[in-house]
Every structure is written in structure tokens, then in C-alpha cells.
């Protein structure tokens, strides 16, 4: 009889009295040992059983099935026939139970091949060690033997397990650390690497034993990480999850423990990057399917919320209960807040909050011992000392300026961290939508009162939140909050649309995780292109490689059909290098050592495309199992994300029907619109590599299209935040249109008469006020100085030092000094000019807003922000009133050095102006008949 499941045999023509006496002597030699056994696969039925693993050829299966013919013995054997193109490995794979790792095991099978170099390989696994990036059961390949005769029947073997375990064992050690334990490992699957070379391969594979087969038993499971069980202690065997990798987004039904050790977060033992959105009463499931992994509540989530939560399978971050009063009675907090993953101890906070802070958080720890479930906290100043009370900070930075450089927010970053207590674990905010700041300024200046741009906020740009992301993973945060002001379900086009965006962002980190969990920044890869670097993070035995920006309206940023190099430093031999994108993974040919590192060719630069360089295989199959399970989708919104901008760009450049530029600008559009259709081709034939390749090739044109409009919008009116319009493209139009038309409408009166700087005596009985930070780190102050006016005899002067001027700061957390003007009475309805100008003699240090100059009408959304001038600089700002009925102008120096303030003016222009209100792109027609289509 033939079975198609593994059978524990016995020679037959052994006796059954020899037997017998056998297994009593065996008996009596090793008492209680576990029984031994030999696990056998014939082949004999119909249904393969060996499967597809990972490749880093280009593969395709010609055939695979059960044979009845050209068997090793009996009368059936598995074949598998394929193509493959250049490449090192092509893995099939056989699960075998789990075998403890004992002398008497080895494992043998019976192959075939056209080719010869085929090797066998088992997994073992480590049950006591856990991997530092995935939290799993650390996982390791023993290697045996390999084919060699062509044409005929070989035996391949795996001997002496133990030794060769012992000796992986030794190089995991120096890896990882002393703390590789080989203690209870076991073997759970065997692996053949099948790739004989380029073109068609054909394997026969037959006769699979495993002989020392001692089955793996389960015991009660016991708390605590590996590490807790020191190595060479006599404990009995524990019973520890299998090694695992969890799906992209997968989040756990109910997380029973969660943790921080050292700075990465840990829910269930396994890294977690989070992804957390702010909750704006949206059904819990939808976020879940948008790809978040939590949402932050501003309140107490009621019980009905919890239990949804923990139907859903997302966690929550939120206030801690009110029953933490910070007295001695606290109650413990319940298992309704299970699904809690860290509690919020509040926002913007200062010196002033934090007695609150500290009496609250020792109440939640009182309250909460159990669960380990960090604080976390969002400090506006007081960084170190709020370090000590929360177990991870919140950094929020991000000004709408279309001309800043994107690095400064990263630099601003890092140096906020610095700030903190060493080792501070930190996540980031992302900004999605548009300010409200500017929403205001946008109705305001339309002159309609009831005039809303939209209902709801518009959005940023993928390339905007991509750029604020790749910005954070690379200065080290370990978990992004989303920021939203308006819900993501709305039916209406710019919802689904910012739900669309968010998707295919929380798509991309999912491919990384649980590397964004634990990577570190390594160093920084020089690129082809002056205006990219690449910054280079590390994780076990990899490289990930990020493209960041250094001039978001670079013309190198855009560049499309030209080869695109990365140059990586300090990469050890032997690793491979992929292109990873939401469409898959990729091997990248083009691979050599250079002066310098490693120069890895890519045939065309992708910004949503990050570079990893692998020395382990599995590394590639892990992505490659990832980038499956979310390709098909990613493609889908990659695409429409596509046509919704291609739509807004074909709207605008009707309402800018004038200009030389426009010929090119027609042949920009109609080349987006020719790949957004080749992509829906492809994607209809499934080739979803072309398909994507297509829509971003469609996404650079637009940029093309984009980046010197906005150029040009900036420097026509020497600053990106001159109006608001420069905040989007949808609004260039009115940006031209108000220029052209406060050109015929000369400013009226100053309305701040001491603007002039001239008398001081007169700027302090009006109103003018000056603050300054006391603290043991910087010295600063103001003057009114006679040095270098630009207009009359005077000029305000700020200036801020180091204390230690040997050891001065590399980053400030606050302004040290700044100045406000009195009141300013405005009417409603009115815009207003303001103009001043500006003198930094010398690029200010620590800081990376420089001086700011903020009208408490446009907020520091759209503040200037000026880091060095060539002498004296002339700003100007256009802002409308609205309902206010006065403002007030702030210039705030937030580095070391000086500036110095001269000329300023305020001045009415008049009646409001009429302006049409900006349009929003018309819906674009989907396969689902609308665009974005709805949930």
C-alpha cells in the first residue's frame, strides 16, 4: 500500500522476536529517552507535496506534478520543470513536522536532475532565542550536501545536525550576541535549492527520509522573554511560539502584552511599527482596512469603543482612565482596556504641565503595574524633563512651505531627539491635509464669507506625505502618527481621496514592518543626481536604502528615463541588491564594488522606490511573500492617485491658458495621460510590475509639470508663503490672478506707525513687547541699534549666544528671543500687506526655522522663515482680515546668532478683491464609474 503522508517504519524482513528483544534492550539502555523513529515520504500518490519557496531569478513553473514513471523506488516520484533566468537560488521546500535536534537525526532525499549544483538544506529553529527585528523564534539553515551526477539518481544528505548547529550557532553568536541559545531547537522543514543555471531546469525528487525522529512536544507555555531563561540552566523544556513573520498590516485580535525594550515597541513579542490616525468618529473597521494599526483617541474611549477596537483587531492610544487621580486609592485599570497600547498623557505640553504630568503617570503606573503599557507625550518645551515622565515622545513639526528644504525637517528631527534623555524612544507626525490657517486665509481672500475651498480639508500630495515619511524612518522614529482634522469616510471626492492617500502610504510602511521597527540610521549613499542622497538604514544581515530630498522643487528630482545610481558605503561582500516598490521586489543587475561602497545602477529613478541589500536570502523571500499579498492593491491606488492629480494638473492648465510654456506643458500632460493608459492595459493583463512602472512613470511627468509652476509662483512673489495660494496647485491661479490684480491697488496708510524703528521710548509706550528664555544654555536679548540700518538711524536688533561658547547647542527646542508688535487695528474684510525687511548676516546655528516672521493672521503655517541674507532683504506678505478686527506681527530668532529688523510696515489695500473660489479637479471616471470610488 502507497500513502501520500509520512510513515513511521519498519524493516519487514527484520523477525518480530528480534524486534521485540531489540526494543526491550532499547528500552532498558535509555529508561524514559522519547522514542525514535524514521519519517518517510514515497511520492506514490497524485497530489504534490513540495512547494514553491523563495528565488532570486526571474522564474517561470513549466511543471509540476506527480509522476507514475521514472521513479528511485516504488512506482511514483515528484516532478518539477522550470525556467529561470540569471540568478543563485530557486527554493522548494517540505514541512517535516517538528524533529527535535538530537545525533541520531539526519534527513536524506533522492534527486534527479538535468543540471547539476542542487543542495539540500533544513530549517532549524531556536526556540529560546528570539530574532531582534521580528520577535519570533530565531531561524537558521543548516546546509548538506549537493548534486553532482547529472542525468541520474543521487542521495543527498544532512549529517550531524548537531555539530553543524553548534557552528551556525557560533557565527549567530558573534552576529547577534551571547545570547543564541540551541537549547530544545528543532527542525521543521526541509529545503532544496534547485537552480542549475540559467534556462530550463527539470528535478525528479523521491524518497524522503528523516531517520532520529524525535517529535517536538508542547508544554505549558511561560511567561517571559527568551532571555529570561539563562543559557545552560536546567529548566525543562518550554513551549514558545513558532518562528513566524505576521502579514502586512495583520494586527493582533487581542494584544495580551505590550512593551518597550530599549526603543523598540513590542505588542505580543513581536516589533511593531505603529501607524496610528487620529480617530475622528470613523468606524473602527474602515481604519483597519485603510491599513492602521491604531488610532488615537483625545478622550477616554467608552466601553462600546473598546469593544469594537478589540472586534476590529486595532489598538488605542488615549488618556488614561479618570479613576487615575494620583491619590492612594487608584483602582486598577480593567480588562476592557486591553486593547490599549499606550496612554496619552496630552499635547503642546510645557514647563507648566509638568507637575500634572508626573502626579498622572505615577498614577497609571500604580494603576497599570501589570501590563507595561508605555506614557507617551507630545512636548512643546522641557524635552529632557518630560523624557523622565513619559517613556516615549511625540515630535510634531511640519511647516507648509513648498520651498523649504525637505532635509530641515529631518535635521529638526534628530535634533529634537538630542534634546531628550539618551535612548528616548520618538514617533512623528505627518501632516495630510492643509493647514486651517490657510483654509481661512483661502474663504477669507475669496471674499465670500460662506466660501469653504471644500468641506473638508484638502489633501497633501502622496509625494508629500512619502517625503515626510522617508524623512522620519531616517532620523529614527519609531511609529508615525497621521495627523487628520476631518473624517476619512465622508462621501464626498477629497475624502476619499486623502483615505486613498493614507492607504497606499500605510501600504508602503507595511512592507518594511517589522524592520521599521528596529532599523537605525547607518549612514547616507551618494547618488547620481546632486539634489538626492540615500539615506542608508540597518538591520540584521540588510541595508534599506531611502531617497530623500534635498530641494523639493529640484529639477533633478523629476528627471525620468535616465539610469539612476545609488553609491552605499560600508555594505559586506556578498550582499545582493533589490529594488523593493509596492509592486514587488525586484533583483537589481547592476551591482559592482566602487571607491567608496557598493554602486547599485537602477534604470530609472523611483522616489516611492526604496534599495535593499540583502546576505540572506530569506530576507528577499520575506518581502517577496509581502509585496504579493499587497501588489495588486497598490498598483489600484498608485493608479488612481495618478489620475486624480493628472485631473487637477489638466484643470489647472486650462485656467493658466497663457504663457510660452504652455506647448511644453500640453506635451507633459498628454505624455502623463499616455502611461496612465498604458498602465490600465497592463493592469487589465495582470503584468503588474509594467503596470506600476507605468503609473509612476506618469506621476514623475506631473511632477515635471508641477515643480516650475511653483517656482514660479514663489519667486514672482520672492517667498513661498507671500499668499497662500502657493500652498497647492489646485490655487496657482488665484496666486497669479491676486498678484496681478494688488498690483493696481496701491497700499494705504501704515497702519504701525513705530514700524519705522526710530524711536524706542514711542515702541515701548505703544506696545511693542520683548521676551526672552532664561535659562543656563543660551544668552540673549534685543537692542535698538545704530549698526547698518537700512532705512533712517535705527534698527531692532536680536541676538542670541551660547552660554558655552566651546560647548554650544546643536539644537534648541524653543526661541530664546523674540519680539511682538502691539495690536494692530485692521477691518474686517480687508487684506492687508505687510512688508519689512530683514537682515541675518550669518546663517543662524541650531535651529532650522531661522528668524520667523509670523502675522497672527496667516499663524506659523505661514510664517517666513529666513536662515542668512546677502545684506538687508525686503519681505512682503498678502493676508486677509477676515472677521479679525486686529492683528499683531511676531519675529521670533529660534538660533544663535543675530537679525536685525527694519522698515516695518502694515497697510491696508482696500475692498476685499473678488475672487472666484479655487475649483477642485472634476471626478474621474474609474472602472468602478467614479473616482476615488467609494468604499
Same mark, same amino acid.
Given at each position: 500500500?502507497?500513502?501520500d503522508?509520512?510513515?513511521f517504519w519498519?524493516n519487514r ?9 531489540c ?7 535509555? +529508561? ?12 506514490? =500518490? ?6 514553491w519557496g ?12 506527480r ?5 528511485h523506488s ?12 540569471h540568478?543563485?537560488f530557486?527554493?522548494v521546500?517540505?514541512p517535516l513536522g517538528?524533529?527535535y ?8 532525499v533522492?534527486?534527479r ?11 532549524a529553529?531556536?526556540?529560546r532565542?528570539?530574532h531582534?527585528?521580528? +520577535?519570533?523564534?530565531l531561524t537558521?539553515?543548516?546546509?548538506g550536501s ?10 543527498l ?6 555539530v553543524?548547529?553548534e ?15 540551541t537549547r ?5 522543514e ?7 543555471g540559467?534556462?530550463?531546469t527539470?528535478?525528479? @525528487? ?9 517529535e517536538r512536544?508542547? !508544554?505549558?507555555?511561560?511567561?517571559g522573554?527568551?532571555?529570561?531563561v539563562?543559557p545552560g ?5 518550554? /513551549? ?11 494586527a ?18 513581536t ?8 480617530y475622528?468618529?470613523?468606524?473602527l ?5 485603510? +491599513?492602521?494599526n491604531?488610532?488615537k ?7 462600546e ?16 482612565p479618570? @479613576? ?6 487608584e483602582?486598577?485599570? +480593567?480588562?476592557?482596556f486591553?486593547v ?6 496630552g499635547?503642546?505640553?510645557?514647563r507648566?504641565?509638568?507637575? #500634572?504630568?508626573?502626579?498622572?503617570? /505615577?498614577g ?5 503595574p501589570?501590563?507595561s503599557?508605555p506614557l507617551?507625550?507630545e ?7 518630560f523624557?523622565?515622565?513619559a517613556?516615549?515622545?511625540v515630535?510634531d513639526?511640519s ?12 535635521t529638526?528631527?534628530e ?16 501632516? =495630510? ?6 483654509l481661512?486665509?483661502w ?6 464669507p460662506?466660501?469653504q475651498?471644500h ?11 512619502r517625503?515626510q515619511? /522617508?524623512?522620519?524612518?531616517?532620523s529614527?522614529?519609531r ?11 465622508n ?14 502610504a ?9 524592520? !521599521? ?23 540584521a544581515r540588510a541595508?534599506?536604502?531611502?531617497p530623500?530630498?534635498?530641494n523639493?522643487?529640484g529639477?533633478?528630482?523629476f528627471a525620468s ?8 558605503? *560600508?555594505v ?15 533583483r ?6 566602487? !571607491?567608496g *561602497? ?15 541589500l540583502a546576505?540572506?536570502?530569506r ?10 499579498i ?8 498608485e ?10 494638473? #489638466? ?13 511644453a506643458?500640453?506635451a ?6 499616455a ?8 493592469r ?29 509662483a514663489?519667486a514672482?512673489a520672492?517667498?513661498?508663503?507671500a =499668499? ?7 490655487t496657482?491661479?488665484?496666486h ?10 496701491p497700499?494705504?496708510?501704515n497702519?504701525?506707525?513705530t ?12 506696545g ?18 545704530t549698526?547698518?540700518p ?9 541676538? !542670541?549666544h551660547?552660554a ?5 547647542p ?6 530664546p ?6 495690536p ?8 492687508i500687506?505687510v512688508d ?21 493672521? *496667516? ?11 546677502e545684506?538687508?532683504?525686503p519681505i ?8 479679525? #478686527? ?24 482696500g ?23 467609494r468604499?
Open positions: 500500500m502507497s500513502h503522508f509520512p510513515m519498519l524482513a527484520t523477525g518480530w522476536g528480534v524486534l521485540g528483544l526494543a526491550a534492550i532499547c528500552l532498558v539502555i535509555t +529508561g524514559d529517552a522519547p522514542a525514535q523513529s524514521t519519517l518517510r515520504y514515497d511520492f506514490e =500518490t497524485t497530489t504534490p507535496s513540495w512547494r523563495v528565488a532570486d531569478a526571474p522564474l517561470q513553473i513549466r511543471a509540476h506534478q509522476l507514475r514513471q521514472d521513479a516504488g512506482h511514483g516520484c515528484e516532478y518539477l520543470r522550470f525556467m529561470a533566468g540568478g543563485t530557486v527554493e521546500t517540505h517538528e524533529a535536534v538530537v545525533d541520531e537525526l539526519n534527513l536524506r533522492w534527486i536532475s538535468n543540471r547539476a549544483g542542487a543542495r539540500l538544506m533544513a530549517r529553529v531556536l526556540p532565542t528570539r531582534p527585528e521580528t +520577535g519570533a523564534a537558521t539553515m543548516l546546509i549537493s548534486y553532482g551526477t547529472p542525468g541520474r539518481w543521487q542521495s544528505a544532512l549529517d550531524q545536525i548537531p553543524l548547529l557552528r551556525e550557532a557560533r557565527r549567530l553568536r558573534f552576529e547577534l550576541g551571547a545570547n543564541v541559545d530544545e531547537a528543532y527542525v521543521d526541509i529545503a532544496l535549492n534547485i537552480y542549475g540559467q534556462g530550463e527539470h528535478v525528479w @525528487l523521491d524518497d524522503l527520509e528523516v531517520r532520529g525522529f524525535v512536544t508542547a !508544554a505549558p507555555n511561560v511567561p522573554s527568551p532571555e529570561t539563562p540552566s536546567n529548566e525543562g523544556p518550554r /513551549h514558545f511560539q513558532p518562528a513566524k513573520l505576521s502579514e502586512p498590516g495583520a493582533p485580535d487581542a494584544v495580551d502584552h505590550v512593551e518597550l525594550r530599549g526603543s523598540i515597541f513590542y505588542a505580543d513579542g516589533p511593531v511599527f505603529p501607524r496610528v490616525v487620529d475622528r468618529g470613523e468606524p473597521r474602515f481604519l483597519k482596512e485603510l +491599513g492602521f491604531a488610532v483617541m483625545s478622550s477616554v474611549p467608552s466601553t469603543l473598546l469593544q469594537e477596537a478589540d472586534r476590529v483587531g486595532i489598538a488605542i492610544i488615549c488618556p488614561p479618570s @479613576l487615575i487621580s494620583g491619590s492612594t486609592g483602582t486598577a485599570i +480593567g480588562p476592557e486591553d490599549v497600547w499606550a496612554w496619552d498623557l499635547n503642546r505640553l510645557s507648566a504641565e509638568i507637575d #500634572e504630568a508626573t502626579r498622572v503617570a /505615577h497609571v503606573r500604580r494603576a497599570d501589570a501590563r503599557r507617551i507625550c512636548p512643546a518645551t522641557e524635552l529632557r524633563s523624557s523622565r515622565i517613556d516615549i515622545l515630535f513639526h511647516p507648509w512651505n513648498p520651498g523649504l528644504d525637505p532635509t530641515a525637517w529631518g529638526w528631527l535634533g529634537r531627539s538630542n534634546l531628550t534623555l539618551p535612548g528616548t524612544p520618538f514617533w512623528t507626525v505627518i501632516q =495630510t491635509q492643509v493647514p486651517p490657517e490657510i481661512r486665509q474663504s477669507a481672500l475669496a471674499a465670500k460662506d466660501f475651498v468641506p473638508h480639508a484638502p489633501v497633501l500630495s502622496m509625494d508629500l506625505v517625503e515619511i /522617508h524623512q522620519a524612518l531616517a529614527g522614529s511609529g508615525i502618527f497621521f495627523a487628520t482634522s476631518s473624517r476619512l469616510d462621501d464626498d471626492p477629497t475624502s476619499r481621496l486623502r483615505a486613498t492617500v493614507l492607504e497606499l500605510n501600504t508602503e510602511l507595511r512592507l518594511l514592518d517589522p524592520w !521599521a521597527a528596529a532599523t537605525k540610521h547607518f549612514t547616507t549613499a551618494s547618488t547620481s543626481r546632486s539634489g538626492i542622497v540615500g539615506a542608508v538604514l540597518e538591520v541595508r534599506l536604502v531611502l530623500i530630498h534635498r523639493r522643487l529639477p533633478d528630482r528615463g535616465e539610469k539612476f545610481s545609488y553609491t552605499v558605503p *560600508g559586506p561582500a556578498g550582499y545582493r541588491a533589490y529594488e523593493l516598490t509596492p509592486a514587488g521586489i525586484f537589481v543587475r547592476a551591482q559592482e564594488r566602487v !571607491a *561602497g557598493i554602486r547599485v545602477t537602477l534604470n530609472e529613478y523611483d522616489e516611492a522606490a526604496a534599495v535593499v546576505g540572506d536570502g530576507i528577499y523571500g520575506t518581502l517577496a511573500k509581502r509585496s504579493q499587497v501588489s495588486r492593491r497598490a498598483v489600484r491606488l493608479r488612481d492617485l495618478v489620475a486624480a492629480h493628472l485631473s487637477e494638473a #489638466e484643470l489647472v492648465a486650462h485656467r493658466l491658458r497663457a504663457g510660452p510654456v504652455q506647448n506643458a500640453d507633459l500632460l498628454a505624455s502623463a495621460r502611461d496612465l493608459t498604458a498602465c490600465d492595459a497592463f487589465t493583463q495582470e503584468r503588474l510590475r509594467e503596470a506600476y512602472r507605468f503609473a509612476r512613470r506618469a506621476s514623475r511627468t506631473l511632477a515635471t509639470y508641477e515643480a516650475p509652476l511653483m517656482g514660479h514663489v514672482a520672492r517667498s513661498p508663503v =499668499t497662500p495660494f502657493v500652498a497647492a496647485l489646485a496657482l491661479p488665484e497669479r490672478r491676486f498678484l496681478e490684480q494688488v498690483k493696481s491697488r497700499p494705504q496708510e497702519l504701525l506707525p514700524g519705522n524703528i526710530e524711536n524706542f521710548t514711542q515702541m515701548q509706550a505703544s511693542w513687547q520683548l521676551s526672552v528664555l532664561r535659562n543656563n544654555i543660551v544668552l540673549a536679548g534685543a537692542d535698538v541699534s549698526e547698518v537700512n532705512q533712517g538711524r535705527f534698527s531692532l536688533r536680536l541676538e !542670541a551660547a558655552d561658547r566651546m560647548n554650544p546643536t539644537m534648541l527646542e524653543s526661541a528671543v523674540w519680539v511682538t508688535t502691539p494692530i487695528p485692521v477691518a474686517p474684510g480687508s487684506v500687506r519689512a525687511s530683514i537682515r541675518v548676516p550669518v546663517e543662524l546655528d541650531a535651529s532650522v526655522d531661522g528668524l520667523m516672521v509670523i502675522d497672527s493672521l *496667516g499663524g506659523a503655517a505661514l510664517a517666513e522663515r529666513v536662515q542668512s541674507t545684506g538687508w532683504q512682503t506678505l498678502y493676508r486677509a482680515a477676515g472677521d479679525a #478686527e486686529q492683528m499683531t506681527l511676531t519675529f521670533a530668532l529660534t538660533g544663535l546668532g543675530e537679525a536685525s529688523i527694519d522698515d516695518v510696515r502694515v497697510r491696508p489695500l475692498a476685499p478683491l473678488p475672487f472666484a473660489p479655487p475649483r477642485l479637479p472634476p471626478a474621474v471616471i474609474s472602472e468602478r464609474g467614479r473616482w476615488p470610488p468604499r
